[in-house]
């Protein structure tokens, strides 16, 4: 991984209990900056600040609780200053909003369809991923309004094409793309660049028992996954990083923001043709 200067940069990293926020809150650490890293599961936020050392902290974080988001904030600032570098990485779905079927048809008995799709499960995927977003926003970027900032926002492969099963968190996902350029538009007065990283398919603890079985034998949605992907492979977590660093230094890329960028190994390229 090549390193940048990032001693000036204070960051809230939320979702960093998860794989892939946590690796950002450690590359960003490793080239000096300071990271808050923010999970609801602080025991696991917990671990990886350990990793990190002096440069990090761990911060129990509900990020669909203003009030919460904004205790969280102070903490930060006592401990570490302003905040001027913010990672939206609070996402995920949830069962009640998936189907079991890729697609209708007139036999549905016994199957979880869209008609019998959780009302609560639908409005949660949208919370958990819009909603924090929107409320993280609102509370770390009051620190940057005069002195500048950067947003980086967490987008999917299914913000670009929707995937079968998942319709709420494709859709949520959608509107993360959106409200990055929304915001970058928004924002771009005050210093503050806002863009996003579009990962393609990476194997994380929400999703490995959807790509492999017990046996760790990959699933038909695996094969499918990988037949779509030019490259023929998951992405690691590193491949994500070089995107992340040109983003995080002002030099590299600061006329750049509105931008949603694909990490995706061709996916979103890939006509099936």
């Given at each position: ?167 709420a968190y494709s859709a949520a996902k959608a509107g993360i793309s ?96």
């Amino acid at each position: 991984m090549f390193k940048i200067d990032l001693s000036d940069k204070v960051v809230a990293v939320t979702g960093a209990g998860g794989i892939i926020c946590s690796e950002f809150a450690k590359a960003l650490a490793a080239c000096g900056a300071r990271v808050a890293l923010l999970d609801i599961n602080l025991e696991a936020a917990q671990k990886y600040a350990d990793e990190i050392g002096e440069n990090a902290v761990a911060v129990k974080c509900n990020c669909l609780d203003k009030e919460n988001i904004e205790a969280a904030k102070e903490e930060i600032n006592k401990k570490f200053g302003k905040v001027n570098f913010l990672i939206n990485g609070a996402g995920g779905n949830n069962p009640r909003a998936t189907t079991d079927n890729e697609y209708m048809t007139p036999d549905t008995a016994g199957v979880k369809d869209f008609f019998a799709l959780d009302e609560s499960g639908i409005k949660f995927v949208f919370d958990l991923n819009i909603t924090s977003a929107f409320l993280t926003t609102q509370v770390f970027a009051k620190d940057m309004v005069n002195g500048g900032g950067n947003i980086i926002n967490v987008s999917s492969m299914n913000a670009y094409r929707p995937l079968t099963k998942i319709p709420a968190y494709s859709a949520a996902k959608a509107g993360i793309s959106n409200f990055t350029q929304w915001l970058a538009v928004h924002f771009a007065p005050c210093g503050i660049r806002c863009n996003a990283i579009a990962p393609g398919f990476f194997v994380t603890n929400q999703n490995r028992a959807l790509l492999f079985d017990a046996d760790g034998k990959p699933t038909a949605r695996t094969e499918k996954i990988l037949a779509a992907t030019p490259m023929k492979k998951f992405g690691e977590v590193t491949d994500l990083l070089g995107c992340l660093l040109w983003l995080a230094d002002d030099t590299a890329s600061g006329f750049v923001t509105g931008t949603v960028i694909p990490v995706d190994g061709g996916f979103a390229a890939y006509s099936g043709v």
